[in-house]
C-alpha cells in the first residue's frame, strides 16, 4: 500500500475513496508506483496479481500473452491518471488558441531538437469551442513534462535552469504566453539544439541517442492514447 511520506499514513487505491486528492498532493509517488509495479503498482490489499478476468493466477504461473497486454494497458491507465491530476486547475477557461499555440511552438522546437521534420503532437479535443475549462490536456501537459526532464539531462541542467518551463503555474492564458516563448527561445539557441542532439553523458560516445522529447516508443504513445 501507498505511504505518505510525510505523515506515514497510508494512501488510498485507485477508485478508493480520496484517490484523486492523494494523487495531486502526491503525484511522484503515484508515478513511482506506476512505473514500478506490475499492472501500474495498483494491486490491490495483499499483493496478489490478478489477470483481466479476475481470477487468481496459480503461484508461479506465468502470465500469458493476454495477461501481458491488460497489466501494460492498466500501468498506462494510471499512469494517465496520474498524469491529468498533476496538471494544475486554471485560474479561469483557456483559451483554446493559447494552447494550440503552445503546442504548435512545442513541434516547432522539437523539429528543431531532432534536427528534421518529425509527426507533429495534436491535440483532438481542441474541435468545437474556443474555450478550455479544464486543465491543460495530457497531450500538452505530458510532453511538457517530458521536456523539462530532458533539460534536466543536458550540460548538468543548465539548460533547465535557462529555460525550465513552471509547469505548476499553468493555470492562465499569460502563462501559457510565457511558456510558449520560452519554447521560441530554445529553438533559438544553437548550442542547446546541438546539445540536444547529442549523446547524453561521457560514456554516450558511439550509444544510441535518446529520442527528443515528444518522441515517443510503444509503451509510451500507449500511454497518450489513454490520457487522452
Do not use: H
Amino acid at each position: 500500500m501507498p505511504v505518505d511520506p510525510r505523515t506515514g499514513q497510508n494512501l488510498p487505491y485507485p477508485g478508493e475513496p480520496g484517490y484523486e486528492e492523494a494523487v495531486q498532493a502526491n503525484p511522484e509517488l503515484y508515478m513511482e508506483m506506476a512505473s514500478g509495479m506490475p499492472g501500474g503498482g495498483a494491486m490491490p490489499p495483499g499483493g496478489e496479481m490478478m489477470p483481466p478476468g479476475g481470477e487468481m493466477m496459480p503461484p508461479g504461473a506465468p502470465p500469458s500473452p493476454d495477461d501481458i497486454v491488460a497489466l501494460e494497458e492498466e500501468e498506462a491507465m494510471l499512469e494517465g491518471d496520474v498524469m491529468a491530476q498533476a496538471a494544475p486547475q486554471p485560474e479561469k477557461p483557456f483559451s483554446v488558441a493559447a494552447i494550440q499555440t503552445l503546442l504548435s511552438e512545442f513541434n516547432a522546437t522539437l523539429d528543431k531538437f531532432a534536427g528534421e521534420d518529425i509527426p507533429d503532437l495534436e491535440w483532438p479535443g481542441a474541435e468545437g469551442g474556443d474555450k478550455w475549462d479544464q486543465p491543460l490536456p495530457a497531450e500538452v501537459f505530458a510532453p511538457l513534462v517530458a521536456l523539462n526532464d530532458t533539460l534536466e539531462l543536458v550540460e548538468n541542467g543548465q539548460y533547465f535552469d535557462k529555460y525550465g518551463i513552471e509547469l505548476e503555474a499553468l493555470t492562465s492564458d499569460a502563462e501559457l504566453r510565457k511558456a510558449t516563448a520560452s519554447l521560441k527561445k530554445m529553438a533559438k539557441d544553437k548550442k542547446l539544439v546541438e546539445a540536444m542532439q547529442a549523446p547524453v553523458g561521457p560514456e554516450a560516445e558511439g550509444a544510441e541517442m535518446p529520442p527528443p522529447p515528444g518522441n515517443f516508443d510503444e509503451d509510451e504513445q500507449m500511454l497518450a492514447s489513454n490520457m487522452g
